[in-house]
């Protein structure tokens, strides 16, 4: 299962743009650091396993209703989940996150997660 994890650059540019067309107060009031506050944002509803969005209040928008705007699949940076288990307790699989595209030791990252040294006894998937 891919989930995204975090937000990345491309996240800062979008929330930018979101801001300056939706944003009572336009783009330019945003500083980098209010921008990374908006990011914040997103990433706490990435945590809460909802999608890659954020809210403006009814009072701070154009349109004088809350909007809620979500980032493309651009902005965010994916893992994959995985689970890791010692021979014979499946039952007690432990989750873990792999970030995407990264080169990764997926068996001892499993091992690492169930607290066991890793050996043959340590199985993996994705889930």
């Known amino acids: ?38 990011a914040k944002q997103v990433e706490f509803q990435l945590g809460e396993g909802n999608a890659p969005s954020f809210e403006i209040k009814s009072w701070e928008s154009t349109s004088g209703h809350t909007e809620e705007h979500t980032l493309s699949d651009d902005a965010c940076d994916y893992s994959e989940v995985w689970e890791a288990w010692v021979d014979g307790e499946k039952e007690n699989a432990v989750q873990f996150l792999v970030p995407e595209g990264s080169f990764f030791d997926v068996a001892q990252k499993g091992a690492d997660e169930l607290g066991v040294d890793l050996s043959e006894s340590v199985n993996v998937q994705r889930v």
């Open 1 to 38: 299962m891919r989930v995204a994890t975090s937000v990345n650059s491309a996240s800062l540019k979008e929330i930018h743009a979101i801001l300056a067309k939706h944003h009572k107060l336009g783009g330019n009031h945003f500083s980098p650091d209010m921008i990374m506050a908006w």
